[in-house]
């Protein structure tokens, strides 16, 4: 069986794991209240500094507006679920999660909260108090617990229920985890609604270069996508032979692959995507060639955090990989949507590796849609072969606010989907419907997506949360929280 070059070894280093954000002693000493149902759960939460009441499942939906109302934080509900007749319970507690974010979000819109709220049996002068003293730092994180696993699988498909644990799972994690969303929560700006505006604007018609600039973090995207082709390596013996990489933009991920020697197919919707690709590797080569450094900020910083992944960019450079590098970008006019079965075998090289990258995975559709074309891939995948998958973290800030904006005001879309206004600034990054509004995305938390992959055949080996510190100011948050998920097939 052929081996990795030595060459290529040498550029892709040794295996480069990210861990998780450590819990600093702030974030230990931060205290947490915690309703729950399980009155075993005071000793459990006793080593996160927490508060826990105890009270049964219908009553907590009014607590959480009456603490509000005395302007108590609740940051962490546990709830225990015994049968699908628990389900209007939890309807409850969603529903009020689900209002009183939109209330931290929308000033505008306050009247219809409070009387929704209202009409769910809640107090006219508690609502009143509860929905002037919300912000999104006082929006709980929703943990809910069963003992059956058929149950728990029905739980993980409902939005806004952050983590669902059944009797084999350890809940101290959970916690861990509720009790840091709750720590970045409390440090969130107040100025939730013009944050979450302008991240829809820019979803909407940002120029993608302008993009990456602000949002994106190419060290991350490139130390899991090479620690994804370490995985390959290890199982076959081999490099990946093709790279495929779906959503490919103007080439974030795909150029820096080429520009390391690997063979890329970039398949995006927009023609204009794909020819700013083209010319963008086009200028980095003869830049590169000539010694010079690219007037592109995606380049520049390839170069500058090549030595923390353990790329030889001199001895890259003395090779001929970077003079080659437009022989091997193969892009093609093709839609997320469109990427199923027929067309992924009528590619002229299977593709080894499928990388789906920066919210491509968003556009293909609901859990139904994504289940079919993640087993699409699977089918085109040889044995061995990786799946990359990188997608905002709906349970983080400023996601989480406008994934319950949304769904508060469509409860005809189950939560998990948003559908933002199409506008006409230059080059538009989604396409517009009929009716004038952008594309309907969905986005699936960590254990869904798990659970999808599982189900469409893929052995999950690695599921990372990592914060992006945005390089503007103009986007008023500290980090945005992204997840990195490798999968291969077996």
């Known amino acids: 069986m052929t081996k990795a070059s030595t060459s290529h070894r040498r550029l892709i280093g040794k295996e480069h794991r990210e861990k998780l954000p450590t819990f600093t002693e702030t974030l230990r000493n931060f205290p ?29 939906p009014q607590q959480l507006i009456s603490r509000l109302a005395e302007e108590q934080i609740t940051h962490i509900v546990i709830v225990d679920v015994e049968s ?76 806004g229920i952050d983590s669902v644990i059944t009797s084999q799972d350890n809940i101290q994690p959970h916690l861990l985890a509720a009790k840091d969303a709750a720590f970045n929560r409390s440090r969130f700006p107040a100025q939730t609604e013009e944050l979450v505006e302008q991240l829809k604007r820019r979803q909407e018609h940002v120029n993608l270069r302008s993009l990456e600039r602000i949002s994106a973090d190419l060290r991350l995207s490139l130390t899991y996508v090479l620690e994804g082709i370490r995985m390959f390596n290890e199982k076959t013996g081999h490099l990946p032979r093709y790279i ?44 590169l060639t000539k010694r010079a450094i690219p007037d592109d900020s995606l380049v520049d910083e390839f170069l500058r955090v090549a030595p923390e992944l353990e790329i030889d960019t001199e001895q890259l450079l003395q090779s001929n990989e970077v003079e080659q590098a437009l022989t091997r970008f193969h892009p093609i006019e093709m839609g997320i949507q469109e990427l199923d079965k027929r067309s992924l075998h009528a ?45 905002p973290n709906p349970k983080d800030e400023p996601y989480a606010s406008m994934l319950a904006e949304y769904y508060y005001k469509h409860p005809s879309n189950p939560p998990g989907f948003f559908r933002a206004k199409a506008q006409h600034h230059g080059n538009q990054l989604y396409k517009e419907d009929d009716d004038g509004f952008g594309a309907l995305r969905y986005y699936p938390n960590a254990d869904e997506l798990s659970m999808l992959l599982q189900l469409a055949g893929f052995s999950v080996e690695k599921i990372a949360r990592e914060r992006i510190i945005p390089k503007s100011k103009e986007l008023q948050t500290n980090t945005i929280s992204e997840l990195f998920i490798i999968a291969t097939r077996q």
Do not use: C
């Open 32 to 60: 947490v209240n915690i309703l729950a149902t399980d009155p075993t759960l005071t000793e459990t939460a006793h080593d996160l500094v927490a508060d826990v009441d105890i009270l049964t499942v219908s009553e907590i």
């Open 244 to 287: 495929l990489e779906a959503g490919v933009g103007e080439g974030r991920i795909a150029i820096p692959l080429v520009l390391l020697g690997f063979n890329v197919i970039g398949i995006d919707a927009a023609t204009t995507r794909l020819d700013s690709a083209v010319k963008r590797l086009q200028e980095a080569t003869t830049a």
């Open 347 to 391: 590619m002229a090289n299977q593709p080894e590796m499928i990388i789906l990258a920066w919210n491509t995975l968003n556009f293909i559709g609901g859990p139904d849609q994504m289940l079919r074309t993640l087993n699409h891939l699977y089918n085109t995948l040889p044995k061995g072969g990786v799946l990359y998958i990188e997608v």
């Open 84 to 159: 699908e007749e628990d389900f209007p319970h939890l309807t409850g507690i969603l529903r009020v999660k689900s209002a009183l974010a939109v209330a931290a979000t929308d000033g505008n819109d306050k009247a219809t909260i409070e009387n929704d709220l209202i009409q769910q049996g809640h107090s006219i002068d508690e609502v009143q108090k509860a929905i002037d003293n919300v912000t999104a730092k006082q929006i709980p994180y929703f943990i809910v617990r069963t003992t059956d696993d058929e149950l728990a699988a029905k739980l993980r498909s409902i939005g």
